[in-house]
DNA sequence: GTTTACATGTAATCCGTTACATGATTGA
DNA sequence: TCAATCATGTAACGGATTACATGTAAAC
């Protein structure tokens, strides 16, 4: 229980073991045919990585030998799994998520549903957004530089990383608003489910969940 | 000059080198100090792909024994240096390069300022937006199987990246406009001077681009 | 005079890419 | 039956991260 850090790949797949067991090809065919997409999908990177997650005891395999065919691992997740996805889900936000890509922030928020509860996925949002706003507030900081003749290029560039964050602070917003009316309406029509499963759905949920997120 | 495939941070580090001559550190400043720090400002990604370029020619170092301190490095283009970074530079836009982040097409766009002509600019910003264009109809058909109930974050989530692929857009039309209208506006007060050299300038522009963008 | 920041690297580790390998299933 | 696709991996290579090493200049 060493506790070494993960990438943002193998937390990706600790989320989509989380949702429903699966198997390697499984994996694949998500990161090729859905938004995830910038997940690499070759096996290269997925098999091993699944592997690594079964070793240090995040994931479990199990070998389904019906068929008869060549044995395929169906992983799943276990309890030091569910530990380590949500104590990673609990993260705030931060700069060096923002600027080095990789899309940390919005796929902890694309997991947390129905991990987390609405005032958790929440405060996850408001730390979004408190990190974009003072990432515009440096890009901000640099127009001044590039301003005046000499550097049309650098001044566009600077734009579109500066129009970008802005989209991405109104985003933050704009989720916040819906999950909170998300929760408001759907509590009227059936009010005798509790708050967590008006969002989480079951089973079937997560299932459509993996092959649409 | 076997012709192997370079990184974004290796052309990034060609792009840089090409505005004026750097050191590793200079490479560090600009990495930690601007825009462009979704670069790894650390000396162990900096200093071997400065070698590995130089290795195979692209670069050349100088070595500076002023001071009698340690010698410093100050690396430049070689010629076939400049011929690896204009060809990167006339590469259109793809849809992997997008998807899988990077930021390979802004980075060509922002180094291409006085390397190539306005009209091929003008071309490249044409190749950035079909593929953001393109990139986005695919995100629009992923919407349907998001609306309804039951998968609320994979539905705002991917609001999110139709949001960033809109603003993207957007931003592609808006900085061909400000390129073409940059040329004409400049052309009027200094009619002798090339169209090229009135968004280039000269030395000393470089040293301002390499520092603020 | 000692610490802090500047400056230039090297080494180990490790993840991801690319290419290869192979068997089962389906369609022509 | 032959090709193409599905499905499940392995192996080699290489680049990036992290940590370490070291020496100089400035600040206090």
Redesign the interface.
């Known amino acids: 229980m060493a506790e070494r850090k993960l990438t943002t790949l193998e937390y990706a797949l600790l989320g989509l073991v989380g949702m429903s067991p699966l198997t390697g090809y499984d994996v694949h065919k998500v990161f090729a045919t859905?938004?995830l997409?910038?997940f690499?999908s070759s096996p290269g990177a997925i098999y091993p990585a699944l592997r690594r997650l079964a070793q240090i005891g995040l994931l479990e395999a199990r070998l389904d030998t019906s068929k008869e065919a060549r044995p395929r691992r169906v992983f799943s997740l276990t309890a030091a799994g569910e530990r380590a996805l949500d104590a990673w889900l609990h993260q705030p936000v931060t700069r060096e998520e923002l600027?080095?890509?990789?899309?940390a922030p919005?796929l902890r928020?694309?997991?947390?549903?129905g991990r987390l509860s609405r005032e958790e996925i929440l405060a996850y949002l408001e730390t979004y957004q408190k990190a974009v706003a003072a990432y515009l507030k440096e890009?901000y900081g640099?127009t001044e530089?590039?301003t005046g003749?000499?550097?049309?290029?650098?001044h566009?560039?600077?734009?579109?990383?500066i129009?970008?964050s802005?989209?991405?602070l109104?985003?933050t917003r704009?989720?916040a608003a819906?999950?909170k009316r998300?929760g408001r309406v759907?509590r009227k029509p059936s009010p005798s489910r509790s708050k967590r499963k008006d969002?989480q759905?079951g089973p079937e949920?997560h299932k459509?969940?993996s092959?649409?997120?």
């Open positions: 859905t938004p997409a910038h690499s600027i080095r890509g990789g899309g919005v928020f694309s997991l947390a549903g890009l640099y530089l590039t003749p000499g550097n049309l290029h650098g566009l560039s600077l734009h579109l990383g129009r970008g802005e989209s991405e109104e985003w704009w989720a819906e999950i998300a759907s969002i759905g949920c459509i969940r092959e649409t997120l």
